[in-house]
T-cell receptor
Framework: EAGVAQSPRYKIIEKRQSVAFWCNPI?????LYWYQQILGQGPKLLIQ????????DSQLPKDRFSAERLKGVDSTLKIQPAKLEDSAVYLC?????????????FGPGTRLTVT | QKEVEQDPGPLSVPEGAIVSLNCTYS??????FMWYRQYSRKGPELLMY????GNKEDGRFTAQVDKSSKYISLFIRDSQPSDSATYLC???????????FGTGTQLKVEL
């Protein structure tokens, strides 16, 4: 079974530029999550989708971050404009359904450096 | 006070040792308790999850939950150099959707 795929793996941008990350969850997984992991910390949930609907985006900085999952499969996370403090690893995870949030599977992450 | 506290380490042990990794938490509503392993520059990998109190064993790994003390542990028997990684505990309320992670403990198993 293929795992969660993410691209790109690494990205370096200057502050005020924009960037987008892509995620393809495990086949058949209805629930998709985006996390931000700052160095030395545990992942923090940014947004959760159930199929193509948003379940929780309470910790998403909506003035600069946006995410979509138009067809209920792939998802993109965008930052515009980026700030220095956005430097982190952005992780995508998926679970079979919302009720199985205790069994989430993570992708390899995208390491973002903002200079 | 953070909802989940975890000693960041680093923890260094010789090969073959028994490793004990721990987390404490403050939210009594947490019902599911997970342990993830994260290798450098990789995403977290789910090792095991436990529902409510009790023990769960999977090979060399044993997870233990004591809800009365709000304390969870992961034991690794016969530790190997390949176990060197950061171990993250995570928790979720019953019916909840948001994992709350600890900061992770960095483990190094030396030959």
């Amino acid at each position: 079974e293929a795992g969660v795929a993410q691209s790109p793996r690494y990205k370096i941008i200057e502050k005020r530029q924009s960037v987008a990350f892509w995620c393809n969850p495990i086949s058949g997984h209805a629930t998709l999550y985006w996390y931000q992991q700052i160095l030395g910390q545990g992942p923090k949930l940014l947004i959760q989708f159930q199929n193509n609907g948003v379940v929780d985006d309470s910790q998403l900085p909506k003035d600069r971050f946006s995410a979509e999952r138009l067809k209920g499969v792939d998802s993109t996370l965008k930052i515009q404009p980026a700030k220095l403090e956005d430097s982190a690893v952005y992780l995508c995870a998926s679970s079979l359904e919302q009720g199985a949030s205790y069994e989430q599977y993570f992708g390899p992450g995208t390491r973002l450096t903002v200079t | 006070q953070k909802e989940v506290e975890q000693d960041p380490g680093p923890l260094s042990v010789p090969e073959g040792a028994i490793v004990s990794l721990n987390c404490t938490y403050s939210n009594s509503a947490f019902q599911y308790f997970m342990w993830y392993r994260q290798y450098s520059r990789k995403g977290p990998e789910l090792l095991m999850y436990t529902y409510s109190s009790g023990n769960k064993e999977d090979g060399r790994f044993t997870a233990q939950v004591d809800k009365s003390s709000k304390y969870i542990s992961l034991f690794i028997r016969d530790s190997q150099p390949s176990d060197s990684a950061t171990y993250l505990c995570a928790m979720i309320t019953g019916g909840g959707n948001k994992l709350t992670f600890g900061t992770g403990t960095q483990l190094k198993v030396e030959l």
